[in-house]
């Protein structure tokens, strides 16, 4: 059996396979052919350890060098098959490492001792609450330092080097500190393939002065990871397909949801075939956007409470039963806990277990083997579908704009609709940017990615970064708030010095407006910038980059005809001037209920 390790779903593409062995074990194995002996010059740890990452289908880690990383670095720079990025900060690094991993997998960042590996941090959260396997490397302090009572520079003026360490325990499902070389080569070769099994960061600190020596343990070419595949409980899995065929079976309109950790659980393809067999409606929930084609037959939008697409929620709402696929209930997806849903006609599907109504449970069943061997057993029922197309309404247009009149919000997203493809994938900012990209269609491999979990503003640009470098043959359009932006600007630069043609749409409107909604303060208005001539100083002549400040819908369409055709291979900056109080109807109702439940008093004591 083969495990893709190169890609975190199955609807994604692979870029490596990795054998599982019959015993089960986890750890590199030798074939029946030797590896290749290394020069002894190249058998060190740097060199493993760039091997290693290239192997599992890493072929660029982002970094930002510092005194305790810079042997490591010259290393990770003589493996052939690895490009080394630096970006502006540690924190965009990180979010880099997190975009690249939506795409290709697996994603790496490099950072020094403590001063990176704490300005990292909020980054590896957030991959963490998203489930993407994340090698975070920190370059450490030499291995003598170890236990001698020594104040070292980068620390905070304790003898004791684990403040770093400690940090990351809660953040990351493995970690190794690196401090002599004989456990070296076992040490990173579990938390790299731990990473892989679990979907999650993982901390791995090497001493600066290990990574250039040669060791025997490092004198082979390293062997392919062999990972144990997961597998589900027969019997449980059969139990769980018997009751959950007779729930669905017996229900009138039923329906299907998916939910963000379809991803982590593989399960995308097997979401599809069960949707295909069923003839159910098929639905969404907003964290799991991109995850499930939009162009199945019986797709009728997300369903996110009151801030549902048209007409989604009164389908799934009514339904005498349904089925979620991986999903998480915050108090962000369920719109401030205000979702009309009743445990006992749900059931709730997770990456190895399952929940059918207020019981049965079945656990050690995982959630691709279970949507497959359901979907051979349930009967065909498309009367959800059938009702939602027959109250179903076609959306209006917006308004049309008078000549010159002040671009609209929603002027703006009809237009960056016409431009995705298959070749284009969208990343949203936190912010009104979630909504309004949310109601984008998007067509048969069109990819689309957002943080909804942890939600940190300015995520997109780092993110933006990783995921153009990762999938260089699909262009990006950014969609970012001006708020979100002033956090992590720089790293325009590195797109630029990567020769990335990403489309940038900055929504200048004058502050944090999902905040507003929540609640309003002079703290949400902001230092208004150039944003087009910061750009274009970060550009400074340097690399291929095209900026426009649009007011007017003819401004846009003329910017947005230049950025698809004469500017096409350039890095397109289009800064959007819109009214401050210009959001989405979904934003208004969502932030009113979010609000709502920030707000509730103390329970009685």
Not at 267 to 288: H, I, K, N, Q
Not at 467 to 496: H, N, W
Request: charged share 20%.
């Amino acid at each position: 059996m083969d495990t893709n390790i190169g890609s975190l779903d199955s609807c994604k593409p692979s870029s490596n396979d990795v054998c599982c062995p019959a015993n089960g074990t986890v750890s590199a194995i030798q074939g029946s052919v030797s590896p290749t002996i290394i020069n002894s010059s190249e058998a060190t740890l740097g060199r493993h350890l760039a091997r290693r990452l290239v192997q599992i289908g890493v072929s660029d880690v982002f970094s930002v060098p510092g005194d305790f990383n810079l042997t490591l670095l010259d290393h990770l720079i003589a493996e052939p098959g690895l490009n080394l990025i630096g970006c502006c900060n540690e924190l965009n690094a990180g979010y880099a490492a997190d975009g690249y991993a939506r795409s290709r997998g697996v994603g790496a960042c490099v950072v020094t001792f403590t001063v990176g590996g704490l300005s990292v941090l909020n980054a590896i959260a957030g991959a963490y609450s998203e489930n993407l396997p994340l090698i975070c490397i920190v370059g450490g302090p030499n291995s003598n330092d170890y236990g001698t009572n020594r104040i070292l520079h980068h620390t905070i003026g304790l003898p004791d080097f684990s403040q770093e360490l400690r940090c990351f325990q809660t953040i990351t499902c493995y970690q190794a500190v690196v401090n002599n070389l004989e456990d070296a080569h076992e040490m990173i070769d579990t938390a790299i393939s731990t990473a892989l099994k679990e979907s999650k960061p993982v901390y791995i600190s090497i001493s600066c002065n290990l990574p250039a020596i040669p060791h025997p343990t490092f004198a082979r070419e390293p062997v392919p990871f062999s990972l144990s595949p997961k597998l589900s409980n027969k019997i449980g899995l059969e139990a769980a397909v018997e009751v959950a065929a007779e729930f669905l079976n017996k229900a009138v309109k039923p329906v299907l949801v998916g939910g963000p950790k379809l991803r982590v659980a593989k399960a995308c393809e097997a979401f599809v075939e069960l949707a295909d067999a069923s003839g159910y409606a098929v639905a969404v929930m907003p964290s799991g956007k991109g995850l499930v084609p939009e162009h199945h037959p019986h797709f009728i939008g997300t369903y996110w409470g009151a801030v549902s697409t048209a007409f989604c929620a009164e389908i799934v709402e009514s339904a005498d039963a349904y089925l979620f696929a991986g999903p998480i209930y915050n108090d962000y997806s369920s719109v401030g806990y205000s979702l009309l849903l009743k445990k006992e006609k749900a059931i709730i599907v997770q990456p190895d277990r399952v929940v059918i109504g207020n019981g049965p449970a079945f656990g050690c069943v995982l959630m691709k083997d279970f949507l497959r061997e359901l979907a051979k057993r349930l009967k065909h029922n498309n009367t959800a579908y059938e009702n939602y197309h027959r109250i179903f309404v076609p959306e209006g247009q917006p308004l049309k704009a008078a000549p010159k009149e002040p671009l609209r919000v929603n002027v703006l997203f009809q237009h960056i609709q016409k431009m995705l493809s298959s070749d284009s994938a969208v990343i949203a900012e936190t912010g009104d940017s979630w909504f309004n990209c949310q109601k984008l269609k998007l067509p048969a491999g069109c990819g689309y990615e957002f943080q909804m979990q942890y939600g940190s503003i300015g995520w997109s640009v780092g993110a933006t970064l990783g995921y153009a470098q990762a999938v260089p043959e699909k262009r990006v359009i950014a969609c970012i708030g001006d708020g979100s932006f002033q956090v992590t600007a720089q790293d325009v630069s590195t797109m630029l010095r990567c020769g990335q043609k990403t489309v940038i749409f900055l929504i200048n409107n004058g502050g944090y407006t999902i905040e507003v909604e929540i609640h309003d303060g002079p703290y949400n208005v902001i230092k208004n910038w150039n944003y087009t001539a910061l750009v274009d100083a970060i550009h400074n002549g340097e690399g291929k980059c095209w900026t426009a400040k649009v007011f007017c819908e003819e401004e846009l369409i003329e910017a947005i005809e230049t950025a698809t055709g004469a500017k096409k291979d350039c890095l397109c900056f289009i800064e959007v001037i819109v009214h401050k109080d210009d959001t989405s109807k979904e934003l208004l109702e969502w932030g009113s209920r979010v609000s709502a439940a920030n707000s509730r008093p103390p329970n009685p004591q």
